[in-house]
């Protein structure tokens, strides 16, 4: 509607200012003038504008660094510049800055209510458009986790059929894949919501550690231990345990878990007392278990304990339907982080994301758009903007390569683009040193 649509006039001629709000009222336009560029680009950071008229020729900051300036400030801020026939030219130069179309002073209200018209209705369009896109996204979202694809949905009907119950679950799948978030939503949605969630990455501390982490210690159990310190079993009574990369844990800390899952009680590091605990154990792993076991690095009891309910995330590549919804919805997300007014994405730059192979699947597609939304002002995600536009051989679905060859040539590529620091390139991946020096040690990559 007309009077939501806020107008701001910016020209040095008070008159025409005056004249121009006049008559924009009269329209239903909600209207402010200023007289100068630097007083508009103040007015811009306070309030939220949909159109701006802006003269071209003003002294001081002429119209085109304002132009800029609010483009900066508020993308999706439609700018009309007002100019006399003999800077048509520059304002076609003021277009190409971001400008939505010129008016010729001395202005025809006719056609530049016909042009105001075109501007609120379009504006409308893509309010409703983004609206739509919204309850898109909400209509295929459980617990935070999105996904229209039938892959995806049979997750969500187990998640609703195993979260009441107390059921030991094992979330597998590929790096990246979202299994802390399963592990939070069947949490969120189980009589335990109101417990402690307590996540504990496995991959990401020594053995040692590992133990003294989810079981504590009493004071004096070894050097250093100057205080009794509770553990994670411990602090998550009541609640959710959640263990990521349980294939990295060593036999002794197995035989510990299996005891516990056994007894539901454990002892503190250098302690004797039994501990009882009412903790819901959700494990995850990117990593084949059952070959673990045949292989004699994981036991066959505890896996049996782990695996009562397993639940499978699929890759990216496997449910490409979803794509489209979850870069809207990091885009979303990113503009609210950076203050960004983006609201589209190329039609090139989407097919290039479907076509991707995705070796580090949800988590490497959110980098890519939260990449996108930082380099650049909007208000659209272009091809340019994505990481893999210049690959000479981007990965898709379609090479005949195995998924260890793929993961194998990510590493390599993001090592040598961090000249082989292994802490950058853990963090570009999304994963800890640790796992990532695994990973170049099972994989022979070397400089």
């Given at each position: 509607?007309?009077?939501?649509?806020?107008?701001?006039?910016?020209?040095?001629?008070?008159?025409?200012?005056?004249?121009?709000?006049?008559?924009?009222?009269?329209?239903?336009?909600?209207?402010?003038?200023?007289?100068?560029?630097?007083?508009?680009?103040?007015?811009?950071?306070?309030?939220?504008?949909?159109?701006?008229?802006?003269?071209?020729?003003?002294?001081?900051?002429?119209?085109?660094?304002?132009?800029?300036?609010?483009?900066?400030?508020?993308?999706?801020?439609?700018?009309?510049?007002?100019?006399?026939?003999?800077?048509?030219?520059?304002?076609?130069?003021?277009?190409?800055?971001?400008?939505?179309?010129?008016?010729?002073?001395?202005?025809?209200?006719?056609?530049?209510?016909?042009?105001?018209?075109?501007?609120?209705?379009?504006?409308?369009?893509?309010?409703?458009?983004?609206?739509?896109?919204?309850?898109?996204?909400?209509?295929?979202?459980?617990?935070?986790?999105?996904?229209?694809?039938?892959?995806?949905?049979?997750?969500?009907?187990?998640?609703?059929?195993?979260?009441?119950?107390?059921?030991?679950?094992?979330?597998?799948?590929?790096?990246?894949?979202g299994k802390e978030m399963v592990a939070?939503?069947?949490?969120?949605?189980?009589?335990?919501?109101?417990?402690?969630?307590?996540?504990?990455?496995?991959?990401?501390?020594?053995?040692?550690?590992?133990?003294?982490?989810?079981?504590?210690?009493?004071?004096?159990?070894?050097?250093g231990a100057d205080r009794m310190r509770?553990?994670?079993?411990?602090?998550?009574?009541?609640?959710?345990?959640?263990?990521?990369?349980?294939?990295?844990?060593?036999?002794?800390?197995?035989?510990?878990?299996?005891?516990?899952?056994?007894?539901?009680?454990?002892?503190?590091?250098?302690?004797?007392?039994?501990?009882?605990?009412?903790?819901?154990?959700?494990?995850?792993?990117?990593?084949?278990?059952?070959?673990?076991?045949?292989?004699?690095?994981?036991?066959?009891?505890?896996?049996?304990?782990?695996?009562?309910?397993?639940?499978?995330?699929?890759?990216?590549?496997?449910?490409?339907?979803?794509?489209?919804?979850?870069?809207?919805?990091?885009?979303?997300?990113?503009?609210?982080?950076?203050?960004?007014?983006?609201?589209?994405?190329?039609?090139?730059?989407?097919?290039?994301?479907?076509?991707?192979?995705?070796?580090?699947?949800?988590?490497?597609?959110?980098?890519?758009?939260?990449?996108?939304?930082?380099?650049?002002?909007?208000?659209?995600?272009?091809?340019?903007?994505?990481?893999?536009?210049?690959?000479?051989?981007?990965?898709?679905?379609?090479?005949?390569?195995?998924?260890?060859?793929?993961?194998?040539?990510?590493?390599?590529?993001?090592?040598?683009?961090?000249?082989?620091?292994?802490?950058?390139?853990?963090?570009?991946?999304?994963?800890?040193?640790?796992?990532?020096?695994?990973?170049?040690?099972?994989?022979?990559?070397?400089?």
């Amino acid at each position: 509607m007309k009077e939501n649509a806020r107008v701001l006039v910016v020209d040095d001629e008070p008159m025409v200012c005056i004249s121009l709000a006049n008559w924009l009222k009269e329209e239903n336009y909600f209207v402010k003038y200023v007289n100068d560029g630097q007083a508009a680009i103040e007015t811009m950071k306070q309030e939220a504008w949909d159109i701006v008229l802006l003269d071209y020729k003003m002294p001081g900051m002429d119209g085109l660094d304002v132009l800029r300036h609010i483009k900066e400030i508020a993308p999706q801020t439609v700018v009309l510049m007002m100019t006399a026939y003999a800077s048509i030219a520059n304002s076609v130069q003021a277009m190409k800055e971001g400008a939505f179309d010129y008016v010729v002073k001395p202005l025809d209200v006719e056609e530049l209510t016909l042009m105001l018209n075109k501007i609120v209705e379009r504006q409308q369009l893509i309010a409703e458009n983004l609206l739509l896109r919204k309850h898109l996204t909400e209509r295929h979202k459980y617990e935070n986790i999105i996904g229209k694809s039938p892959a995806m949905q049979k997750v969500f009907e187990l998640i609703r059929t195993v979260a009441d119950t107390s059921a030991t679950l094992l979330v597998t799948g590929e790096t990246g894949t979202g299994k802390e978030m399963v592990a939070r939503a069947v949490h969120a949605t189980s009589s335990r919501r109101y417990g402690p969630f307590i996540a504990v990455s496995c991959s990401a501390l020594p053995e040692t550690l590992l133990e003294s982490e989810l079981f504590g210690y009493e004071k004096g159990a070894f050097t250093g231990a100057d205080r009794m310190r509770k553990g994670r079993f411990e602090l998550a009574h009541g609640g959710t345990l959640f263990l990521d990369e349980i294939g990295d844990i060593s036999m002794k800390t197995q035989v510990k878990l299996l005891r516990v899952l056994q007894e539901r009680s454990f002892s503190r590091l250098g302690g004797t007392e039994e501990i009882d605990v009412d903790v819901r154990l959700i494990t995850a792993t990117n990593q084949n278990l059952v070959r673990l076991v045949e292989e004699g690095h994981f036991r066959s009891d505890l896996f049996y304990r782990l695996n009562v309910v397993n639940l499978h995330l699929p890759p990216l590549r496997e449910r490409k339907d979803d794509i489209p919804l979850l870069a809207e919805h990091f885009m979303e997300k990113f503009n609210i982080e950076f203050n960004k007014k983006f609201n589209r994405i190329e039609r090139k730059a989407l097919e290039m994301m479907v076509g991707y192979y995705w070796p580090g699947n949800v988590r490497e597609l959110e980098n890519v758009i939260e990449r996108a939304i930082v380099i650049d002002q909007g208000p659209e995600i272009k091809a340019k903007h994505l990481p893999f536009y210049t690959c000479e051989t981007p990965l898709t679905g379609d090479e005949p390569l195995a998924l260890e060859d793929v993961e194998k040539e990510h590493i390599r590529k993001v090592l040598q683009q961090n000249q082989w620091n292994v802490s950058r390139a853990a963090k570009v991946l999304d994963i800890d040193r640790t796992t990532l020096h695994k990973k170049i040690q099972k994989f022979g990559i070397g400089k």
